[in-house]
């Protein structure tokens, strides 16, 4: 199923549907990066940013994964702590 986060509603039905994630872990972050050649400026200029985020929990007691994926990201951090 591919649903849509583009309102605060639909921020709402996500967190909602999937319990918060409550339980979860992530198993898998990827981020790509794409640039272009800005000729001008002879620079490369950051044209698109995707991550994508795989994440396992549990719903009523049945495993899910739910996979993220965020589009034109700018700003984007990853703290890994052990055990949390």
């Known amino acids: ?23 979860g872990y992530v198993t898998d972050v990827q981020m790509s990066k794409r640039r272009l050649f800005d000729e001008e ?8 940013t995707t991550v994508s985020v795989t ?9 899910r ?3 993220l994926t965020m589009t034109g990201v700018t700003d984007f951090s990853v703290f ?3 055990g949390a």
């Open 80 to 82: 890994a702590q052990e």
């Open 65 to 67: 994964v739910a996979r």
């Open 1 to 23: 199923m591919k649903q849509p986060i583009k309102t605060l509603e639909d921020l709402r039905w996500l967190m909602a549907h999937t319990g918060g994630f409550r339980g």
């Open 41 to 48: 400026t002879g620079r490369d200029v950051l044209a698109d």
């Open 55 to 63: 994440v396992r929990y549990l719903v009523r007691g049945v495993a």
